[in-house]
């Protein structure tokens, strides 16, 4: 069975870190490029985070530079996001997704896009001020 499995969300204070894992089963992650993107009360889903699996290039959403870092683990098939000085703004659902780095052009494009093969079912921020 094919899925991503997210897990590291919770309540933290504002300025404080949260590291938030997806593994993925019944597929290697070695061929995708991997992503991060969030939903707010409220508000639309946004591409938070993404990176290639060609060449391990990332791109930031302005609003988390210097703060969120993605990264992924290929023999673990896992994929973090890195999350450091927690703003109130960044509480929202967070999902990770994956798509076949064949099918996307530029990095940027795709993480704003929301495509993506496959998902993971979110996993909760909660950042209190």
């Known amino acids: 069975q094919v899925q991503l499995v997210e897990s590291g969300g919770g309540l933290v204070e504002s300025g404080g870190s949260l590291r938030l894992s997806c593994t993925a089963s019944g597929f290697t992650l070695d061929y995708y490029a991997i992503a991060w993107f969030r939903q707010a009360p409220g508000k639309v889903r946004e591409g938070v985070s993404c990176?290639?699996?060609?060449?391990?290039?990332?791109y930031y959403t302005n609003s988390v530079k210097d703060r969120f870092t993605i990264s992924r683990d290929n023999a673990k098939d896992t994929v973090y996001l890195q999350m450091n000085s927690l703003k109130p703004e960044d509480t929202a659902v967070y999902y990770c997704a994956v798509i076949a780095q064949w099918k996307i052009t530029t990095l940027q494009r795709w993480c704003i896009s929301e495509e993506a093969d496959y998902w993971g079912q979110g996993t909760q921020v909660t950042v209190s001020s």
């Open positions: 990176q290639s699996s060609r060449d391990g290039s990332t």
